[in-house]
């Protein structure tokens, strides 16, 4: 059975820094890309990054220049390296796997105060 687990979130200040981390338990490669998305309280799940298997990026407007999406393939792991955080960056980060079919992990929370 295919488990991501995300991990690394927490409460920051505004202009702080966390990096997520996606942990895969079958071989990154299965999937064709991967990607973060984020749900802020009482909204809709949002795209936030996705990383192909070739390495092609794609961020959110909002993110561009703050965030990077990256990806250790022998240790089977996906990252999101956050800098200057802001209150809107707020909300439960999901990865997720694409392949013949979408698989998503648990989320983590992440919280930035003003």
């Known amino acids: 059975q295919v488990q991501l687990v995300e991990s690394g979130g927490g409460l920051v200040q505004a202009g702080g820094s966390l990096r997520l981390s996606c942990a895969v338990s079958t071989n990154i490669f299965s999937f064709i890309a991967m990607d973060w998305y984020r749900q802020a309280p009482g909204k809709q799940r949002d795209f936030v990054a996705t990383?192909?298997?070739?390495?092609?990026?794609t961020y959110t407007d909002s993110v561009k220049g703050r965030f990077t999406i990256s990806r250790d393939n022998a240790k089977n792991t996906m990252y999101l390296q956050m800098n200057s955080l802001k209150p809107e960056d707020t909300g439960v980060y999901y990865c997720?796997?694409?392949?013949?079919?979408?698989?998503w992990g648990q989320g983590t929370q992440v919280t930035v105060s003003s």
């Open positions: 997720r796997g694409t392949s013949y079919r979408d698989y």
């Open positions: 990383m192909t298997n070739g390495g092609r990026t």
